[in-house]
């Protein structure tokens, strides 16, 4: 990546060693490079890097040696992407031979205001060249990510769904095998069974299933997420979004609970709707 000697200090990176580009280095054949942790640590391990030699490849194609002359801390320059080998190596602006280029500033003005004076200051230097975008860095990162948050809402949408499905699934079951005990209750009623115990007993039968069937079932998730968390496909999404994480306490106690409440409610109402019918219909029923 080609840099000027301000884009450190506009991108607010610290510099680890010695020192970063200066007038020294403004010249086509400089020969400095300024690299960062992870690829001073990658390559010399705990040794000094300062003064080590590197050899890259430009991008006319050509292989040339380059001293380092300093470390800076890892950053990361696009929002979107996996991080390129280039993006570990800084390379004197000087150096750089394409046509486009990237003109970043940074001040304590209105974000607006910045840009228009940007975009001025750049037609005054050349009223020919074409501004193909100009925003702020924070709409630059909201639209390289919409793609991947738009991912993630529909994941999310189709989590709910199928939670809500299951409850309503589970409702349904749970309803149904109660009414199949209409003429149960009918009878436990005439021989003097009180309200409350038959609805208690219903209660503890739907949990004794419930309680086994979610700790299953968090289990089998937590192996899943294992599994998963080596796959190709989350660590693609680790590239874009590296505070992402599959293992969510708090998505699983809310699965969890929804689906409790669901089995309780499903016990409860039903049972206590059949505990007000006479006994005498289901008794008649035999």
């Known amino acids: 990546m080609y840099v000027s000697p301000g884009c450190f200090g506009t991108f607010d990176i610290s510099l680890l060693y010695v020192r970063t580009f200066d007038e020294r280095d403004g010249f086509p054949d400089s020969d400095a490079v300024i690299i960062t942790e992870s690829l001073a640590k990658l390559y ?43 993006e570990n190596i800084f390379l004197p602006f000087s150096q750089n031979s394409s046509n486009e280029i990237s ?17 001025r200051l750049v037609y005054d230097l050349d009223d020919n060249v074409v501004i193909s975008t100009n925003s702020t860095m924070r709409q630059y990162g909201e639209r390289q990510l919409y793609i991947i948050k738009a991912l993630i809402a529909v994941f999310a949408i189709l989590g709910f769904s199928g939670l809500l499905l299951t409850s309503i699934g589970i409702y349904g079951l749970i309803s149904y095998s109660i009414a199949q005990r209409r003429n149960e209750i009918g009878i436990r009623m005439a021989v003097g069974a009180q309200r409350k115990d038959i609805v208690m007993m219903f209660l503890g039968e739907g949990l004794k299933v419930i309680i086994p069937g979610l700790l299953i ?5 937590a192996l899943i997420i294992q599994i998963l968390s080596k796959s190709r496909a989350v660590w693609f999404i ?35 709707k059949m505990t007000f019918e006479n006994p005498m219909t289901a008794i008649k029923q035999l």
């Open 238 to 272: 680790y590239q874009f979004i590296p505070q992402f994480s599959l293992w969510e306490p708090l998505i699983f106690i809310c699965a969890s609970a929804i689906i409790g409440l669901t089995t309780i409610f499903a016990c409860y109402m039903p049972t206590l």
């Open 217 to 221: 079932g968090n289990i089998g998730a």
């Open 103 to 119: 003109v970043i500033g940074r001040g304590g003005s209105p974000a607006p205001l910045i840009l228009d004076k940007l975009q």
């Open 44 to 86: 010399w391990k705990e040794s000094n890097p300062l003064n080590r030699n590197i050899f890259i490849e430009k991008s006319d194609g050509k292989w040339k040696t380059f001293t380092v002359i300093g470390v800076v801390k890892d950053v990361q320059m696009r929002p979107f992407g996996s991080k390129s080998f280039f």
